[in-house]
């Protein structure tokens, strides 16, 4: 957890003036300290100019292979170190490894050429100054190259060191853009989930409604005496509005509906339950249907979930039953389980099934399938064993 001190050096560090900030800052210091110990023209120059380009080290950042050059080329001209170049040259090898201008190898081993050289430079200025310098066939003159090799150590650290900035940062974005990505899809899931729940009631409570419409103002024609031309005629084009409109649903389901429709879901709307089944089977017989419910077992309060399943998949065979066998007789069974299971039977004398090898693929039979499906139950709808068409589900509540 990060301190409020430590959030707001970030935040300093992240501002556009920083760079500008600093580099000016730590030139200004480099002209202090020439001023107090003046250097020669090769070492003015490089001190100045190493100091000074760190100024545009974040908006280009290439520029660091100059301030480390100015750097090593200001050393190369006086033997004596000044702070401000070793400053601006580690903050300069810092950043083409933060930014990775170079590949490391390169850039360390372009540092360790660079020092090297230096250090060449350093070992001819010290013979000039009549120093005690062994040649370099003789015994210990590898003692020599000690300021070459301590160079290319810090050299090496500092790369090392904005690399691995580099890095730890571009893991952290990746986390964060596999973060988005993941909430993105769980988004979409949860929205294609929602999709399947609003086909699903669609389908089963507006379809089931309008086919009830249609069906009773079809029959009304027919079973209501005395009726004129005028309100026969009204009474189909209600018949032909409702028809319309179903088929206007089942575009709408369509395009509701995909291939995730089949994700799980909880439903936590107030919903009808198995208490209801008997005026469902009245609404079925005031269409003109013939129908007849049976319980067996003793009633047990189900989940939410599983009654509503249940519910849904009686009416959804109920409403195929009017429109593909008008007129047969259906058995709706329900069977109370000691097993903890609910067996529900939804059977029609009628002519079974006349859709062929299709017949799954309507949104009715795919609906009460996921309803089964849902609450870990299974499904079949076919033809009965003595004709007729059969939906039968096996829906256990001992699980959930």
């Excluded at 970030?10 to 003036?17: F, Q, T």
């Excluded at 170049?85 to 580690?90: F, Y």
């Excluded at 090496?156 to 973060?179: C, H, I, K, Y």
Aim: net charge neutral.
């Amino acid at each position: 957890m990060s301190t409020p001190f430590q959030q707001r050096f970030r935040a300093w560090i992240a501002a556009p003036a920083y760079p500008w900030v600093t580099g000016g800052a730590l030139t200004a210091g480099a002209v202090a300290e020439l001023i107090a110990f003046p250097a020669s023209v090769t070492t003015t120059i490089g001190v100045l100019v190493s100091s000074a380009s760190l100024m545009w080290r974040r908006s280009f950042p290439p520029v660091s292979v100059l301030t480390v050059a100015a750097g090593l080329l200001g050393f190369a001209g006086d033997v004596s170190l000044y702070v401000s170049i070793m400053a601006s040259g580690l903050i300069g090898c810092y950043t083409l490894g933060r930014s990775r201008v170079l590949h490391p190898a390169v850039t360390v081993a372009g540092g360790a050429l660079g020092a090297l050289c230096v250090n060449l430079v350093h070992i001819n200025t010290w013979s000039r100054m009549d120093l005690p310098v062994p040649a370099l066939w003789e015994r210990g003159s590898l003692s020599l190259f000690a300021e070459s090799l301590l160079l290319t150590v810090v050299i090496f650290g500092a790369v090392m060191m904005g690399d691995a900035v580099r890095s730890r940062a571009e893991t952290r974005n990746e986390r964060n853009l596999a973060q988005a990505q993941l909430i993105a899809i769980e988004r979409r899931q949860a929205a294609e989930a929602e999709r399947a729940a609003i086909a699903r009631e669609l389908h089963d409570i507006v379809s089931h409604s309008v086919s009830m419409i249609a069906v009773q103002a079809e029959s009304a024609t027919y079973t209501t005496p005395g009726l004129t031309p005028e309100a026969r005629d009204g009474f189909q084009q209600i018949a032909g509005t409702a028809r319309s409109s179903m088929a206007e649903l089942r575009r709408l389901l369509g395009v509701l509906r995909t291939p995730q429709d089949k994700e799980d879901m909880v439903l936590t709307a107030p919903q009808p339950t198995l208490d209801h089944l008997a005026e469902l089977v009245q609404q079925h017989r005031t269409v003109g249907g013939e129908a007849e419910l049976r319980i067996t077992g003793e009633r047990v309060p189900l989940p939410a979930a599983w009654e509503l399943s249940a519910y849904r998949i009686a009416q959804e065979a109920l409403t195929n039953a009017r429109k593909h066998a008008p007129g047969a007789r259906t058995v709706v069974e329900i069977h109370y389980g000691t097993d903890l299971l609910l067996t529900l039977r939804v059977h029609d004398d009628g002519p079974g099934p006349v859709f062929g090898p299709g017949l799954g693929a309507g949104h009715g039979l795919t609906g009460m399938r996921e309803r089964a499906a849902l609450v870990g139950g299974r499904l079949s709808a076919g033809a009965g064993p003595d004709g007729g068409f059969l939906v039968e589900a096996e829906l256990p509540w001992g699980t959930g």
